[in-house]
């Protein structure tokens, strides 16, 4: 997991700018039961779109989401989430596929399920994000229909020298003369792919590499996990048309969070 900043210094200040152009959003996909939604990306952002498929799961994230908009429900085990019942922040519920969901669209799916805390003036659910996150989740996608998830997540993205796709996946070894690998479970249907397999499919998608760190900490014989973070190549062409506004907190951004 990340490991939100709580310390502040000259690196990492905890302060957001004052002025913001707008109010920032995070695309949280095969989100399970809301867990990065709640312990990461409301402390990041104002405003979640959670995605997952399962429906007992995204029904419990709605109804976590639900208790804390509300004190009289309050789940002991799960907590408040950031913002929700002072109205200051959202989060909208969505069942879809990895498959089905379009970042650039998120209202076309069928199943909106609903929406906690902030109540925009205007409909904004198709307004662009400046986060994706995909954790344990993409390995359920064949080599092109990743492609072209990361490719809508990419067009999706609001400023593409700043906004951040973040992925968390258990990633195996590359092959022994260094080629990209790719490991089928047949026992769940899911891919395991090498360092270089999510680099090569990164370029496919229009994607470069800016980050990525292994969490250590798991016992001997279990796969890798790694983050990755790769933001759009072809980001020199909104340098100098960029809000400064933005800018300053998309560095304030950027700063929240270290990759364990």
């Known amino acids: 997991m990340p490991e939100l900043c709580t310390v502040p210094s000259a690196l990492r200040r905890l302060d957001a700018p004052a002025s913001l152009p707008h109010r920032y959003r995070a695309l949280d996909v095969g989100a399970g039961i809301g867990r990065v939604t709640a312990d990461v990306l409301l402390h990041l952002v104002h405003d979640v779109v959670l995605v997952e498929p399962v429906e007992s799961l995204v029904q419990e994230a709605l109804a976590r989401g639900k208790a804390s908009a509300d004190t009289q429900r309050r789940r002991k085990k799960s907590g408040p989430w950031k913002g929700i019942q002072e109205k200051a922040k959202s989060v909208t519920f969505i069942q879809d596929t990895l498959q089905g969901i379009d970042p650039i669209r998120p209202s076309s799916s069928s199943k909106v399920l609903g929406r906690v805390g902030y109540v925009p003036p205007a409909e904004d659910l198709d307004e662009p994000f400046d986060v994706v996150w995909g954790q344990w989740c993409l ?11 990361l490719k809508r997540s990419r067009a999706a993205l609001r400023d593409p020298s ?10 195996c070894a590359d092959t022994e003369d260094g080629k990209p690998q790719t490991v089928y479970d047949d026992t769940d249907s899911t891919l395991t792919r090498s360092d270089l397999a999510w680099k090569k499919l990164f370029e496919e998608a229009g994607l470069q590499l800016i980050q990525e760190q292994t969490q250590l900490g798991f016992p001997e014989g279990l796969y890798m996990v790694r983050m990755l973070v790769p933001r759009s190549s072809n980001c020199a062409h909104s340098l100098g048309t960029r809000d400064p506004s933005h800018s300053k907190y998309a560095e304030w951004l950027g700063s929240r969070f270290t990759l364990r």
């Open 139 to 149: 390995g359920s996608l064949s080599d092109p229909d990743l492609v072209k998830f």
């Open 162 to 171: 700043h906004s951040l796709i973040i992925v968390k996946e258990n990633c």
